[in-house]
């Protein structure tokens, strides 16, 4: 089995984009490979970011129902809760590393979920948080 990878909200929501053509097939295609692996994992704070901005943000964005079927799909992907061991490890990694507070909560969920990776546009790609390397799967789009 793969190593698990933890994916980003921007992740997702490129993957229904179609205003970004380019980033939605690397996203695409990333999610794919991670449903094929079975290596993709996220946390309830991904799949709230996600519903709220795929169904209002996202032009067009998708109906509620259909968002909620992408929601239930992602629960195999075993989703890290919210709780305060998750808290106070995103408010160490805050401190350590300078984050904002939603990337600690990212960087905290993706050590709990036993990850090697983030996926993510919003993090320095190359970065290392608790052992965890960042990548960014646009960073080689021009």
């Known amino acids: ?22 980033k939605q097939a690397v996203a695409a295609r990333r999610i794919d490979a991670l449903w094929e692996g079975r290596n993709g994992r996220l946390s309830v704070q991904v799949l709230n970011e996600y519903f709220v901005n795929v169904t209002r943000k996202l032009k067009p964005g998708l109906p509620l129902d259909e968002a909620w079927d992408d929601i239930e799909a992602l629960r195999v992907w075993e989703p890290v809760a919210m709780d305060m061991p998750l808290l106070e490890r995103a408010y160490s990694a805050q ?7 939603w990337d600690s909560l990212i960087v905290a969920a993706a050590e709990a979920a036993s990850c090697t990776a983030i996926l993510s546009e919003d993090l320095p790609h ?15 789009l021009p």
């Open 1 to 22: 089995m793969s190593d698990n990878i933890f994916v980003d909200t921007n992740i997702l929501l490129y993957a229904r984009d179609a205003s970004e053509p380019a």
């Open 95 to 101: 401190r350590r590393y300078k984050l904002s507070w």
């Open 126 to 140: 190359g970065a290392r948080y608790f052992g965890i390397t960042v990548e960014n799967p646009f960073s080689s």
